[in-house]
């Protein structure tokens, strides 16, 4: 009795990577990597602040609060005010100590 079995043909490495055949895929790869690099960084908010400092507590607390997260924003500057509850004196001096 004699096997039936398909003759054994070797597939050379150069066959199985075939550069014509995988040059689409690589374009394809191409197209979907380098937008994704090209990322534009959005661009940070940019805000001038306006307060009363000095006034209450809370307002150099928010100061504070505000100066962690300054990274956050691009800031155009940090101005003492007036306001109805401290109508005649500012304090820029309280900012310049927590900055």
């Excluded at 979907?32 to 960084?41: K, L, N, W």
């Excluded at 100066?67 to 003492?80: H, K, Q, R, T």
């Excluded at 109508?87 to 927590?98: E, F, N, T, W, Y």
Aim: hydrophobic share 50%.
């Amino acid at each position: 009795m004699t096997s039936s079995l398909p003759d054994f043909h070797p597939i050379g490495i150069s066959q199985i990577l075939d550069l014509r055949r995988l040059l689409p895929l690589f374009l394809c790869l191409l197209l979907i990597v380098v937008p994704a690099s090209a990322a534009v960084t959005p661009q940070k908010t940019r805000v001038m602040v306006l307060t009363d400092i000095g006034n209450e507590p809370d307002d150099a607390m928010s100061m504070i609060r505000f100066l962690l997260y300054a990274n956050e924003f691009d800031v155009e500057g940090i101005v003492a005010t007036t306001s109805i509850w401290q109508p005649k004196l500012v304090q820029p001096q309280l900012i310049r100590a927590r900055v």
